[in-house]
């Protein structure tokens, strides 16, 4: 049996034609049933259903063969015991620093100074400020970041942007890109051991698709 962990959403949605050019199709959709195990067309093919921040762990720790996460999501969690063999250039989006429209933010990032960030990315955050040489007080939150310059929480947010539309119905600007994001293949070095023609085969259909 082999077992993929995939999040709902966006990620899932971009994945279907990479597992179809694989042969695979998933019978179930994640937005209507509520089964966290799926079946495919593949009697030895499953997919598990999980949040997108638990994909490394479940393929860190042998639950998934296979996982598809977040070039940010890896970089939060760490990347231990995980072989990256592909990025599959799906879920295109940036990290970005964001404040209100009326903060003076190329003062508040002179070197010396402190900066209050709220963010999911604390890890991301963290790095990227220290490597500029400015102090941050990181307020760690969960979701709509947004909010926090807004009540005056925070002078800035660290979060992904995509379309730009959330920062703009919340009036904030990008004044930073930090890096881009994709979403990465990632595999279970045992199970590559162990299960080593069937994933390989999946490895290259993916591979193939995205025209490599
Ligand atoms: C992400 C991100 C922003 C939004 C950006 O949230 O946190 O809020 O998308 O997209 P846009 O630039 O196209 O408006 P997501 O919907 O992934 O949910 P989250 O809050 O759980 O991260």
Redesign the pocket.
């Known amino acids: 049996m082999i077992t993929l962990a995939l999040s709902k959403?966006?990620i899932f949605d971009e994945t279907l034609p990479l597992l179809k050019a694989a042969g695979i199709e998933v019978l179930e959709d994640p937005e209507t049933s509520r089964k966290l195990i799926l079946a495919t067309n593949q009697p030895d093919v499953r997919v598990l259903v999980v949040r997108?921040t638990d994909v490394p762990t479940y393929v860190q720790y042998g639950g998934a063969d296979l996982g598809i996460t977040g070039r940010d999501t890896l970089l939060e969690h760490g990347s231990q015991g995980l072989y990256q063999p592909l990025d599959l250039q799906i879920a295109k989006?940036r990290i970005s620093v964001a404040v209100r429209s009326d903060f003076d933010y190329p003062s508040a990032v002179k070197k010396g100074s402190r900066l209050t960030v709220a963010t999911?990315y604390v890890a991301i955050s963290r790095d990227f400020f220290a490597a500029k040489g400015v102090h941050v007080d990181l307020i760690k939150l969960?979701?709509?970041?947004?909010l926090a310059p807004l009540v005056g929480m925070a002078d800035a947010i660290v979060?992904?942007?995509?379309?730009?539309?959330?920062?703009?119905?919340n009036h904030l600007i990008e004044v930073e890109h930090i890096m881009d994001i994709s979403s990465r293949l990632v595999v279970n070095q045992a199970a590559l051991k162990l299960k080593q023609a069937p994933i390989r085969r999946i490895i290259d259909a993916f591979a193939s698709a995205l025209g490599k």
């Open positions: 959403g966006r997108a989006c999911k969960y979701g709509s970041m947004e979060d992904l942007v995509s379309t730009g539309n959330t920062l703009k119905a």
